[in-house]
C-alpha cells in the first residue's frame, strides 16, 4: 500500500521556467510533509517542509502548497536552474500524534533542467 | 564535520549469505535511522535507534536487526539474505527523539547487491 505517490516518474523543464512537483497522499493521519533532493552517490537532502496547520511554505526559490482536502501537495521551483537537476523525494509523517522520525517517503521524480 | 559516514560503500554477497552494514551519525546526533531503497523507489524505514534501543520498526522481517552502541553509531544486520535484498541502504542521524524531521541527515547510503 503505497501512502504517499509522486505519479511523475520523470520531468524536463527548460532554465529560468517554474518546475512543479507533485505529491499524492492517502493516509489522513499525516501532518508532516517534507521534500528531499537526491544527487547520485549521495544520500537525500533535506531541501523545504510544511506542517499540516499551513498552507504554504516558501524559502527563497522553493515553495510547497498543501491541500488538505485533496490530500495534494507541490513544490514549485522558480526560477529552474540546470543544478536543480536532480531526484525530488515527497515524504510524509505522523510526527504530531507519534513523535517520531518515521518518513514515509514517495517513489521520486527526476528533475532534468536544461540550460 | 565529517557528517553521517556509511560503510561499507559497495558490498556484493550471495544468497543465503549474511551482511552488516555500518554507520557513524553526525557529530551531536544520537538517534540513528536505517532506510531501505530499492531501484525506481523511495527509502523505506526499516527502523530507529535511540538509547541502545529498538524504538521504532517499519516493515520489515525479523532477518533484518540492528544495534546501537553507546557512542551513537550503528549496524544494520541483514540475514538469510535474498535477491530482493539488493537495494541502497541509508542510514539518518538527528539528535535526540521526538525531533523535527528536518533536522535528520542521510549518509551516502551502502549500496548492496545479492547475487
Known amino acids: 500500500d503505497q501512502q504517499v505517490k509522486q505519479n511523475s516518474p520523470s520531468l524536463s523543464v527548460q532554465e529560468g521556467r517554474i518546475s512543479i512537483l507533485n505529491c499524492d497522499y492517502t493516509n489522513s493521519m499525516f501532518d508532516y510533509f517534507l521534500w528531499y533532493k537526491k544527487y547520485p552517490a549521495e544520500g537525500p537532502t533535506f531541501l523545504i517542509s510544511?506542517?499540516?496547520?499551513?498552507d504554504k511554505n516558501e524559502d527563497g526559490r522553493f515553495t510547497v502548497f498543501l491541500n488538505k482536502s485533496a490530500k495534494h501537495l507541490s513544490l514549485h521551483i522558480v526560477p529552474s536552474q540546470p543544478g536543480d537537476s536532480a531526484v525530488y523525494f515527497c515524504a510524509a509523517s505522523d510526527w504530531g500524534s507519534s513523535n517520531t522520525g518515521k518518513l514515509i517517503f514517495g517513489q521520486g521524480t527526476t528533475l532534468q533542467v536544461k540550460p | 564535520d565529517a557528517g553521517v559516514t556509511q560503510s561499507p560503500t559497495h558490498l556484493i554477497k550471495t544468497r543465503g549469505q549474511q551482511v552488516t552494514l555500518r554507520c557513524s551519525p553526525k557529530?551531536?546526533?544520537?538517534?540513528v535511522s536505517w532506510y531501505q531503497q530499492a531501484l525506481g523507489q523511495g527509502p523505506q524505514f526499516i527502523f530507529q535507534?535511540?538509547?541502545?534501543?529498538?524504538?521504532q520498526r517499519g516493515n520489515f522481517p525479523d532477518r533484518f536487526s540492528g544495534h546501537q552502541f553507546p557512542n551513537y553509531s550503528s549496524e544494520l544486520n541483514v540475514n538469510a539474505l535474498l535477491l530482493g535484498d539488493s537495494a541502497l541502504y541509508l542510514c539518518?542521524?538527528?539528535?535526540?527523539?521526538?525531533?523535527?524531521?528536518?533536522?535528520?541527515?542521510f549518509g551516502p547510503g551502502t549500496r548492496l547487491l545479492v547475487l
Open positions: 535507534y535511540y538509547e541502545e534501543e529498538e524504538r
Open positions: 510544511i506542517s499540516s496547520i499551513k
Open positions: 557529530s551531536g546526533h544520537d538517534t
Open positions: 539518518a542521524s538527528s539528535p535526540g527523539w521526538g525531533g523535527l524531521q528536518e533536522t535528520q541527515y
